[in-house]
């Protein structure tokens, strides 16, 4: 069985530990290993500023860096949570919020205070997910999830990270963060988007055997 080596761009160990659940879904039957490692890997390398203005740009220079860097195939992802009442924000800020990168609960703090006055019929929202895998040789691939829900009115459940405690998605009567990792993979924008690509990459992977 041919073995590759790829770099997902994060240190978020919980990003790391879900993109491997789904990836070790997608990929039985194709006759491939892919060994997904994290940034944790790398520590000299710094990370990388994202100045896109949109997910997919984000992705790209997220996953074209680390390639860069590393010398290794890279994966990486940027998503986050657009809010209609605020005219769909978060977005590519969702991460920072509150001030702070990857503070979670001062993020959750600051949306739920922003929509403490919108009713509950205008509480739409989604979340969406750019996935983007950049080869040694530059080339590149995308494919982009969502996830379609509303904003609760405070948090529930102790699974997931980021905005899940306060997101139900469309047709549900629990937060993301109530689901099991499974039943959260087969819907989330970040499954949607790994599942879309995965197949991709094998196939260009194949393709240099």
């Not at 890997?41 to 220079?61: C, H, I, K, M, R």
């Not at 997220?62 to 986050?80: F, I, N, P, W, Y």
């Not at 990168?101 to 205008?122: R, T, Y």
């Not at 982009?144 to 047709?171: K, V």
Request: include cysteine.
């Amino acid at each position: 069985m041919t073995s590759h080596r790829l770099v997902l761009a994060t240190r978020n160990p919980g990003k790391i530990v879900e993109f491997r659940r789904i990836l070790s879904e997608v990929s039985p039957g194709l006759n491939m290993e892919i060994e997904l490692v994290g940034l944790d890997q790398f520590p000299v390398l710094e990370d990388v500023e994202e100045t896109g203005s949109t997910f997919l740009e984000n992705a790209l220079l997220k996953a074209r860096a680390v390639s860069e860097a590393t010398g290794l195939a890279a994966l990486a992802d940027d998503s986050g949570i657009c809010i209609d009442a605020l005219g769909g924000a978060p977005g590519i800020f969702s991460a920072r919020w509150a001030g702070e990168h990857g503070n979670d609960g001062a993020n959750v703090e600051k949306v739920l205070s922003q929509m403490a006055q919108i009713p509950d019929a205008q509480r739409g929202a989604h979340f969406t997910c750019v996935t983007a895998f950049v080869a040694q040789d530059g080339s590149h691939l995308s494919e982009e999830g969502r996830m379609i829900g509303s904003i609760l009115r405070a948090p529930i459940g102790s699974n997931g990270f980021g905005y899940d405690p306060i997101f139900r998605p469309l047709g549900s009567e629990l937060s993301t963060a109530q689901f099991e990792a499974a039943a959260k993979d087969a819907i989330s924008h970040r499954g949607q988007s790994l599942r879309a690509i995965a197949p991709r990459i094998t196939a260009f992977l194949g393709a240099l055997r």
